[in-house]
């Protein structure tokens, strides 16, 4: 979600994504609804490695990648010299547990966990099965306060309501077919309207303003 200055307040939810050919959309999701500021957005990634893990377990899969830009590194042979210095301090912790993690991963299933991040096909499905249940989860938190929603969308992503259905799609002329999906269950962006333009803070990036009707 974003301040009345288009600045960005916290992230909204966590998604793991099982990507199957020929890798153009989710073929099965798990969410966490987060709502955490973005400061602790390192503290995420923890969260995002659990729940493949446990999307692993339920659906099978070859390798996880995670969305951290490490050039594919193995989680597992992850150091904080691989990070920029700014982040070291608030990567510290967060790296022991991802290792920890996919040691676990590695030895128990013998899959591997790759710091695939933005190079990674299924990590930008994600990204944009995120940025369609973030409509969800943020028109819930719009009528719950009865005021409008700013929300910030992934990088080049486009929203479309079809029916009970968010497609998120990407707006990358090498990625025009792939898309993020997620149903409302509860019904509730039929009482919301949503408006979509351009992020004016962040070039690249759209916006929503989501308003009770």
Do not use: W
């Not at 446990?54 to 070859?62: E, F, V």
């Not at 299924?122 to 409509?135: C, M």
């Amino acid at each position: 979600m974003l301040r009345p200055d288009f600045e960005q307040l916290n992230i909204v939810v966590t998604v793991s994504t099982l990507v199957k050919p020929p890798y153009r959309q989710p073929a099965y999701s798990l969410v966490k609804p987060q709502f955490v500021e973005i400061d602790r957005s390192y503290d995420v990634l923890v969260d995002e490695l659990l729940l493949a893990q446990k999307l692993y377990r339920i659906c099978g899969g070859d390798v996880i990648h995670l969305d951290i830009s490490v050039k594919g590194i193995p989680v597992r042979d992850l150091k904080l010299t691989d990070f920029p210095a700014y982040i070291r301090d608030r990567m510290r912790p967060v790296l022991i547990r991802l290792r920890n993690i996919a040691m676990r991963l590695e030895g128990s299933a013998g899959i591997k966990v790759l710091a695939m991040g933005k190079e990674s096909v299924p990590v930008r499905i994600s990204e944009l099965t995120a940025g369609a249940y973030s409509v969800i989860l943020a028109a819930e938190k719009c009528l719950e306060r009865g005021e409008d929603i700013l929300l910030g969308l992934p990088r080049e992503c486009t929203i479309r309501v079809r029916g009970d259905l968010v497609v998120a799609r990407s707006l990358s002329a090498a990625e025009h077919d792939l898309v993020g999906i997620a149903r409302d269950e509860r019904g509730v962006l039929r009482s919301v309207s949503i408006e979509e333009f351009p992020n004016p803070r962040a070039r690249g990036f759209r916006a929503l303003r989501i308003s009770p009707l």
